[in-house]
């Protein structure tokens, strides 16, 4: 019995790409962690600053500022935090292609942080850049077919709800201090 040599190639060509596509995607888990530690540290370094601005003076544009930085951060981790949950739930290469609602969530982030933590923003730039190539590269060998506006419109929601949920927590955080107020200063 002869082989069909075009299958043939076609196979190994799908199992290659398969092999290739899992330490890919373990990179930027590990990348994600990386950013997501580097957050974390700066979210402490920015708590333990903003107690010290609220004892001096809650009506300062610099401490409204600070706790704004801080709000921005909390946000990052929220997000990034979901995303990195998305990423190890991944149970075979037929569920890599649902990950595209994450580019636009991470490309966010990282719009956020561009002037704030500059290279966070370029890591978050590299690292959605590198899932969206393992996006694309499953969705070929798996013939999935994208919907982008359902993406974006999962993506939103999902950045809608974090914003939301930052907000109250950071509201709740600083109770004494009213943001409508202290950022028309």
């Known amino acids: 019995m002869m082989a069909n040599p ?3 190639r076609n196979e190994c060509s799908s199992v290659s790409q398969t092999v290739t596509i899992v330490p890919r995607l ?3 888990n590990y990348l994600l962690g990386g950013i997501m530690d580097t957050l974390k540290r700066k979210k402490a370094e920015l708590k333990k600053s903003n107690q010290v601005y609220l004892e001096l003076d809650n009506d300062d544009h610099v401490c409204v500022r600070a ?4 709000r921005t951060i909390s946000f990052s981790l929220e997000i990034l935090s979901k995303i990195h949950k998305k990423i190890n739930s991944i149970s075979g290469i037929v569920s890599i292609p649902k990950l595209l609602p994450l ?3 991470m490309r966010t982030v990282s719009a956020q942080l561009y002037t704030l933590l500059p290279v ?3 890591n978050l730039s590299e690292l959605s850049v590198h899932l969206g190539s393992i996006i694309l590269d499953s969705a070929i060998l798996t013939e999935a077919k994208f919907d982008f506006s359902q993406s974006n419109i999962e993506s939103s929601l999902v950045l809608n709800e974090v914003k939301l949920m930052v907000d109250s927590k950071i509201n709740k955080q600083y109770p004494n201090l009213d943001f409508s107020k202290a950022c028309n200063t």
């Open 67 to 70: 706790l704004d930085f801080e």
């Open 26 to 28: 373990e990179y930027s």
């Open 120 to 122: 966070c923003s370029k």
């Open 6 to 8: 075009n299958l043939v």
């Open 103 to 105: 580019i636009p969530m």
